[in-house]
């Protein structure tokens, strides 16, 4: 293992998808979004594809900020939603 160039290749990695950080906002989300997008379609192919582990890290990524910036409404709240109330 050579962490020169484990080094190198980490720096262009988060240059170029940003994955040394947290998604920071929603312009980074679109772009993160769209490299996923373009993995899938190298990846579904080949579950062995080398680059199936960046997908499943960018995935994490976009759950993370997902549920921080765009969290799913809490339903412990006891409040009955109107089209059951309705029937």
Do not use: C
Request: glycine residues 6%; hydrophobic residues 45%.
């Amino acid at each position: 293992m050579n962490l020169s160039d484990i080094s190198t290749h980490w720096v262009a990695l988060h240059e170029a998808l940003g994955l040394g950080a947290p998604i920071a906002d929603e312009a980074h989300y679109e772009q993160t979004l769209a490299v996923v997008d373009q993995l899938f379609d190298a990846v579904a192919a080949d579950p062995a594809h080398p680059l199936g582990g960046l997908v499943e890290i960018l995935a994490d990524r976009i759950r993370e900020y997902e549920h921080r910036v765009h969290p799913w409404p809490d339903t412990a709240t006891g409040v009955t939603p109107v089209w059951v109330a309705v029937k």
